[in-house]
């Protein structure tokens, strides 16, 4: 019965044109900063970070999916190929942070890529939304 409800809620909440919102009104919703530049030694570890920050009447539902598909280039290897709900993330205030720990195998620069997955929700519209991400790296 509690799958049955939250897909029903899942429904209506992800239609913003019944309630008077768009799809563009849910993009402008939120803003995603990122790691401007990450800088690692050949060997290191070091942590990027991608948050997802909504505007004051505007959250990350804690609810619904939520996940950060990666790629990197040859100079980095990732920890996981896939964030999500369970892997650690900080909740900021209504939003959310991914940490990605990466380790620096090459020199040269590269970058770390990731679709983020997630629903922005405000008080007339929860709406799924996925946004592609870069955050550079250099490996001296």
Known sequence: MKNLLLAAAFCLVTMPALAGE??????????????????????E???AHVTIVPRSDAHVSPDAPLSMALTAGP??????????RT?????AEKGVDFKIPVTAAATGKDEVK?????FICTEKLC????RDVVVPVTVE
Do not use: M, N, P
């Open 22 to 43: 768009s799809a563009d009104d849910a993009a402008r919703a939120y803003k995603i900063e990122t790691t401007s530049s990450l800088k690692l030694k050949k060997g």
């Open 45 to 47: 570890k070091g942590d």
């Open 75 to 84: 100079s980095l290897q990732l920890a996981k190929a896939k964030l999500g």
């Open 87 to 91: 892997d650690g993330i900080a909740t």
């Open 114 to 118: 990731g679709q983020l997955t997630f």
């Open 127 to 130: 709406e799924r939304q996925k």
